[in-house]
């Protein structure tokens, strides 16, 4: 078991800048793969960014490739998301997710690969 608590969303204007973190406690964390997914009212979750256990390999959606950026700090077992030149169409809760993994290099991205969540934080990005 892994425990993830998300820190640093809040209102921001467009073109501005956030920085999110997602603390992990429990289980080792250099063995979880990290993702980032997040959800606006009145629709699905969707997928922003993955990272693997050695933080090697990272992916991102399209609608965020060169704005945001995801990192990770297994000895403070910490997961970041640089959010920048963020848009109005990014207010979103965001939440961290964790996906347990033998591979060093997985990088998931699907919501069902991943097994632990935590509560989500509000972004705003007002125009």
């Known amino acids: 078991q892994v425990q993830l608590v998300e820190f640093g969303g809040g209102l921001v204007q467009a073109g501005g800048s956030l920085r999110l973190s997602c603390a992990a406690s429990?289980?080792?964390?250099?063995?979880?793969?990290m993702g980032w997914f997040r959800q606006a009212p009145g629709k699905e979750r969707e997928f922003v960014a993955t990272?693997?256990?050695?933080?090697?390999?990272?992916y991102y959606a399209d609608s965020v490739k060169g704005r945001f950026t995801i990192s990770r700090d297994n000895a403070k077992n910490t997961v970041y998301l640089q959010m920048n030149s963020l848009k109005p169409e990014d207010t979103a809760v965001y939440y961290c997710?964790?996906?347990?993994?033998?591979?060093?290099?997985?990088?998931?991205?699907?919501?069902?690969?991943?097994?632990?969540w935590g509560q989500g934080t509000q972004v705003t990005v007002s125009s």
């Open positions: 997710a964790a996906a347990d993994s033998d591979s060093a290099s997985y990088s998931p991205r699907y919501l069902a690969e991943f097994g632990f």
């Open positions: 429990g289980r080792t964390f250099s063995r979880y793969a």
């Open positions: 990272i693997s256990r050695s933080g090697a390999a990272t």
